[in-house]
């Protein structure tokens, strides 16, 4: 089991994307793992400049995509 906590708060051309590395299970698998997240804000405000309010990110399991290329 991986736990990690990621608070990414950049957006736009600054988020984190397409974030490569390798992780071993806990079986001794070797795995790639694909990382992207971007900052989520409250923009609901009259002046259209509201707080953070979480990450949103996703992660792929992109290992046998990679031995085939």
């Given at each position: ?8 708060r ?32 409250d ?27």
């Amino acid at each position: 089991m991986m736990r990690h906590r990621f608070d990414e708060r950049r957006t736009e051309s600054r988020t984190t994307g397409n974030y490569e590395f390798d992780f071993l299970t806990p079986d001794g698998q070797l795995r790639t793992m694909e990382f992207s997240a971007t900052g989520l804000y409250d923009d609901s405000g009259s002046d259209k400049k509201g707080g953070f309010i979480g990450t949103y990110g996703v992660l792929r399991d992109v290992t046998e995509s990679r031995m085939n290329a």
